[in-house]
């Protein structure tokens, strides 16, 4: 139970929507009870995500890789003193907007190396445990990943160039 929170993390990165991770989150735990007398120890937290993410790739096996269109949204958590300031609020808004959309653009075995990593914390042998891949390619996905979200958070969207440049 302490690994729900990484779990629906996890699971509602990869599959782009509440509801679905919810479902995710909650068959992985079936499975991970129905499963439990296979756990030979060690690290529950990795185990248990482990389960998380084959679940959804399970699923989206199972649904014909239906694209998931919902996008989830966060609470902005602000200091005080600027949580009363309306223009900070738009652009913290704006900006988490921006990164959550480069993120959800990336492929998903670089989207979920990103998420275990920058987000969840895991080492690099841990989050090879989870995927069940060499560190090496934790590692060089890690890297591709890293090198796209940057490519797109400094070179905005066309769409968003040419309103840019509308309003100048």
């Not at 399970?58 to 966060?74: A, C, L, W, Y």
């Not at 609020?89 to 075995?109: C, G, N, S, W, Y």
């Amino acid at each position: 139970m302490p690994h729900l929170a990484a779990a629906y993390n996890l699971a509602r990165w990869l599959a782009n929507n509440d509801q679905d991770a919810e479902d995710i989150v909650q068959e992985a735990t079936l499975r991970a009870f129905k499963f439990f007398g296979s756990f030979k120890g060690g690290d529950g937290n990795i185990w248990f995500l482990t389960i998380v993410r084959n679940t959804f790739y399970t699923q989206v096996s199972q649904k014909g890789h239906q694209k998931q269109t919902t996008i989830f949204d966060e609470e902005l958590h602000a200091d005080s003193s600027e949580a009363l300031n309306p223009e900070t609020i738009l652009i913290r808004q704006a900006d988490i907007r921006h990164i959550k959309e480069a993120l959800m653009e990336l492929p998903p075995e670089y989207r979920e190396v990103i998420i275990l990593r920058e987000i969840e914390e895991f080492s690099y042998r841990e989050i090879a445990e989870i995927l069940g891949i060499p560190i090496g390619t934790v590692m060089s996905r890690l890297g591709r990943a890293r090198k796209r979200l940057q490519y797109r958070l400094s070179n905005p969207a066309p769409e968003l160039r040419k309103s840019l440049s509308d309003d100048l």
